[in-house]
């Protein structure tokens, strides 16, 4: 269906910001990044080690989209206190790249023009550096945004939201391990192809949706398996992959790694992923649902909490080998799963994925190695007892991923929740087990009110997300004035295709 493309509420048009493009990187006295002279000294020396020519500097936006600029090395190596700015602008852009105003009404502080969209100073986490192999001469490294009036990190944003939660589980003696399941789609397109087509009817790298086939892998074996060495070479170690439900569509397991570190990976694989796919005349999407028929692209956790170095969750005294700790933490998870929603499904179109029997865990339910469950607990074995949540689509942050799960987790911590009895059958034929929002305005609601998301988040990441996420709605709604919602609408796929 065609959609109207100048449709959103609050478009300010083409934006100026007046800039200080300052080519140096600043190191926080406090958060993720370490001291001013340990960040320095750690960046210079893997410059040196690696002979690099440029540092490409990004941070994740509520999005989950790489922002960031591009740093000569050299200036890095001089040593010059200037930090690196970018203006606050970035907060309130949405997908499409076009910011929004604040919300009328509120006088709460928003990057707006009132304060001239201000910079914020970009500050790196010297741990995340890494080599770009398919960019000669390019590092990598993933940092925040710091206020420059000396207010500290946005603690709004999602890496620093998730550090803040990784924190509370160290205050309780417990250390997370965390691996992303990634889910999407190749096509045999280019950039200029897709756009040509408008974003239509485009060509799967294999037609035929085959999941686990070994020969659609070795039929494209120099494609994925160079794409795997790659990502690997770039610091993000895969465990597998295989072809998955969908025409065209492949699944990457990574290894697991403590909380934000498997964040920064999900993050750096989405990113990784597009441009090795570009630079093989291949285009790759993470769109939670391209098409109403068929399989989705889906994103997968796998997380665990260990002590002392055992594993938290597994107890061989219990008839389902869960421990306690488990149990109030699956129950968190699944109480309040209606409320975080919106952070496993950021997008309208993410709502469309939510079809059963389609490996959306979309119910509110929990089972032992029962994949129509929202929440699959594997206890096999007391190092590889863990549970996985099913529900988000390949648009999520992945950031947010973890956050959502550890937030609601600690609730079901805090509040030594036990859960309802597992499910296990078919979850989606029991519609008295309830399921998540339909709508993305059904999840904002929920997601806003919910004393549990404001307290285990705060209200200032509450705010900003719930704000970005009710701009999609508008956008949406706009695009869509006077038309029929059949499908996935011309308007989705413009907006989500790339970006998601």
């Known amino acids: 269906m065609k959609a109207r493309s100048s449709n959103c509420p609050g478009f300010m048009g083409t934006v100026a910001v007046a800039r200080r493009w300052l080519y140096c990187i600043g190191y926080p006295s406090r958060g993720t990044g370490g001291s001013v002279t340990g960040g320095q000294d750690t960046l210079r020396q893997f410059i040196r080690k690696h002979k690099l020519d440029a540092v490409s500097v990004t941070v994740p936006d509520l999005h989950g989209i790489a922002r960031g600029k591009k740093v000569p090395a050299r200036r890095i190596l001089e040593g010059d206190a200037s930090p690196m700015r970018m203006s606050n602008l970035m907060v309130m852009l949405d997908y499409a790249g076009i910011p929004h105003p604040p919300p009328e009404n ?9 304060e001239g969209y201000a910079d914020t100073r970009m500050v790196v986490d010297p741990t995340t550096a890494r080599v770009v192999p398919w960019q000669p001469g390019t590092g990598l490294v993933v ?44 096509f045999d397109e280019t950039h200029r192809s897709v756009a040509e087509k408008g974003h239509r009817n485009l060509v799967p790298l294999w037609p035929t949706p085959q999941a686990y086939r070994l020969t659609t892998l070795g039929l494209h074996d120099e494609l994925l398996s160079g794409m795997s060495r790659a990502l690997d070479e770039f610091g993000l170690p895969v465990e597998t992959w295989n072809v ?47 098409s109403a028929d068929g399989f989705g692209n889906g994103t997968h956790l796998n997380f665990s909490l260990w002590r002392d170095g055992e594993n938290a969750f597994h107890s061989p005294d219990s008839e389902t080998g869960m421990s306690p700790l488990m149990r109030h933490f699956v129950a968190g998870m699944v109480r309040t799963l ?25 119910m509110l339910s929990w089972g032992l190695d029962n994949k129509s469950n929202a ?126």
């Open 106 to 114: 509120d006088d709460r502080w928003w990057p707006s023009w009132s």
């Open 143 to 186: 940092g925040d945004f710091e206020h420059v009036d000396g207010r500290g990190i946005l603690e709004y944003l999602p890496r620093a939201t998730l550090t803040r939660l990784v924190r509370r589980l160290a205050d309780l003696g417990l250390e997370s391990r965390a691996a992303i399941e990634m889910e999407f789609m190749l």
């Open 244 to 290: 998955e439900a969908g025409p065209g569509q492949v699944e990457i397991n990574l290894a697991p790694a403590p909380a934000l570190e498997a964040a920064d990976h999900g993050f750096l694989f989405k990113h990784g992923v597009k441009e090795l796919a570009a630079t093989r005349d291949v285009y790759a999407s993470f769109i939670s649902k391209l």
């Open 338 to 362: 209606p409320d975080f929603t919106l952070m496993y499904a950021p997008t309208v179109n993410s709502y469309r994925r939510f079809v059963p029997h389609f490996s959306t865990g979309m």
């Open 375 to 500: 929440i699959r607990c594997v206890t096999e074995s007391p190092s590889l007892t863990r549970l996985e949540q099913r529900t988000a689509g390949g648009d999520v942050n992945p950031y947010l991923l973890l956050a959502a799960c550890i937030g609601a987790g600690l609730h079901g911590i805090d509040n030594e929740l036990e859960p309802a009895p597992p499910t296990e059958s078919d979850a989606y034929a029991d519609a008295s087990l309830g399921r998540v929002p339909e709508t993305i305005d059904e999840a904002v609601e929920r997601f806003e009110r919910s004393e549990v998301v404001n307290a285990v988040l705060g209200e200032d990441f509450v705010r900003f997300y719930a704000h970005s996420r009710r701009i999609e709605s508008q956008c949406f709604a706009a695009a869509m004035e006077g038309l029929d919602d059949e499908g996935v609408s011309d308007w989705e796929l413009a907006r989500y295709l790339e970006m998601a």
